[in-house]
T-cell receptor, first 113, second 114 residues
Framework: GNSVTQMEGPVTLSEEAFLTINCTYT??????LFWYVQYPGEGLQLLLK?????DKGSNKGFEATYRKETTSFHLEKGSVQVSDSAVYFC????????????FGTGTQLKVEL | KAGVTQTPRYLIKTRGQQVTLSCSPI?????VSWYQQTPGQGLQFLFE???????NKGNFPGRFSGRQFSNSRSEMNVSTLELGDSALYLC?????????????FGQGTRLTVV
């Protein structure tokens, strides 16, 4: 079946540090890949997405590249801020999967001054 | 443009009772999906409705059911509540019929079963 594996948290960084959150997936064909972010007490917000191999999704300084050969979609940001503290979820929709998202377990990010 | 609205935001129910949660999607969105979020199991897909028809269903018991109305508003119902049903229930709406589009999430309904 389809699955998403992402690194365990929490990840604690100092402000302006470089961020990487690893995400790998298992799915047949060419799924669409997403990163969602959840702030405390809120629902999920789409951060970025990529729908085909080698696509790079980017938003608010965050980037992720769809790597078919390594089945990965790692999230990166060059300089994190305290306001980036949240839980980040990697997710996929398989080919022909309607709008059924399969999520990873989430990675909590804490950014300190 | 109003976002996805879920009501109520918080709910406390007793074991054995039933509960109905409501979701109003973004205007014009015809796809509504429901997810359960718990600390132990994470985010799990419950079901998806499109144009009043259930299109996808997750691996949940039959106590969990849903429906969608002609105005795309959706409800989910949980009967014979168990303590393990305590969770944040999230609704998401989407505008297109195929994967790759953005799902907009509501703030969720926090259900506590005592």
């Amino acid at each position: 079946g389809n699955s998403v594996t992402q690194m365990e948290g929490p990840v604690t960084l100092s402000e302006e540090a470089f961020l990487t959150i690893n995400c790998t997936y298992t799915a047949t064909g060419y799924p669409s890949l997403f990163w969602y972010v959840q702030y405390p007490g809120e629902g999920l917000q789409l951060l970025l997405k990529a729908t085909k191999a080698d696509d790079k999704g980017s938003n608010k300084g965050f980037e992720a590249t769809y790597r078919k050969e390594t089945t990965s979609f790692h999230l990166e940001k060059g300089s994190v801020q305290v306001s980036d503290s949240a839980v980040y979820f990697c997710a996929l929709i398989p080919t022909g999967g309607g709008n059924k998202l399969t999520f990873g377990t989430g990675t909590q990010l804490k950014v300190e001054l | 443009k109003a976002g996805v609205t879920q009501t109520p935001r918080y709910l406390i129910k007793t074991r054995g009772q039933q509960v109905t949660l409501s979701c109003s999607p973004i205007s014009g969105h015809r796809s509504v999906s429901w997810y359960q979020q718990t600390p132990g199991q994470g985010l799990q897909f419950l079901f998806e409705y499109f144009s009043e028809t259930q299109r996808n269903k997750g691996n949940f018991p039959g106590r969990f059911s849903g429906r969608q109305f002609s105005n795309s508003r959706s409800e989910m119902n949980v009967s014979t509540l168990e303590l393990g049903d305590s969770a944040l229930y999230l609704c998401a709406s989407s505008s297109l019929t195929t994967g790759g589009t953005e799902a907009f999430f509501g703030q969720g309904t926090r259900l506590t079963v005592v």
